[in-house]
T-cell receptor, first 112, second 114 residues
């Protein structure tokens, strides 16, 4: 798996847009980028996955530049319930192995 | 809809005692199954994954073992627990698809080895 680097923590306020950037300089051609959210004492929850350009779902958007060496998770209009740890991971899609190996993630704190 | 169950929710065991954690999935068939461990304040570590009954891949050498006796049942075991086995154990499942890292996690078991 390609190594990823994320900010340790971020603070925001309700109603703001939050952008969390992940660096993955040694991403390989077959690697996809995936983001998960985790609340304390719960299992992680899948947010979004992408390969290049932009992916959007009902929860978030994922922006991936052409060189794919970084990605940005965008959370529109966050609420207090978005306070959680967010993990970026990069993994290859050309094998059957789907191991999620998380680093320390980004701890997002949303204030009222 | 699919659901995933784990039990027990919490467990306190002495060093050297055996362990058995169970995970079951409902509402889907032939899932990929995973066991992860998360130490306090740390990220996830994949312990085992299974693509079918009796098919187990071990990711980390340790005193733990896993078994899949039925399609939707995954069991994590140990004959003798170590202090370092303490952590939050999570079971997850995913569809057998070639194009996604989407996994669905159970509620977890918090294990404390004393």
């Amino acid at each position: 798996l390609a190594k990823t680097t994320q900010p340790i923590s971020m603070d925001s306020y309700e109603g703001q847009e939050v952008n969390i950037t992940c660096s993955h300089n040694n991403i390989a051609t077959n690697d996809y980028i995936t983001w998960y959210q985790q609340f304390p004492s719960q299992g992680p929850r899948f947010i979004i996955q992408g390969y290049k350009t932009k992916v959007t779902n009902e929860v978030a958007s994922l922006f991936i530049p052409a060189d794919r060496k970084s990605s940005t998770l965008s959370l529109p209009r966050v609420s207090l319930s978005d306070t959680a740890v967010y993990y970026c991971l990069v993994g290859r899609m050309d094998t059957g192995r789907r191991a999620l190996t998380f680093g320390s993630g980004t701890r997002l704190q949303v204030q009222p | 809809s699919q659901t995933i169950h784990q039990w027990p929710a919490t467990l306190v065991q002495p060093v050297g005692s055996p362990l058995s954690l169970e995970c079951t999935v409902e509402g889907t068939s032939n899932p990929n199954l995973y066991w992860y461990r998360q130490a306090a304040g740390r990220g996830l570590q994949l312990l085992f994954y299974s693509v079918g009954i009796g098919q187990i891949s071990s990711e980390v050498p340790q005193n733990l073992s896993a078994s899949r006796p039925q399609d939707r049942q995954f069991i994590l075991s140990s004959k003798k627990l170590l202090l370092s086995d303490s952590g939050f154990y999570l079971c997850a499942w995913s569809k057998q698809t070639a194009d996604s890292y989407e996994q669905y996690f159970g509620p977890g078991t918090r294990l404390t080895v004393t």
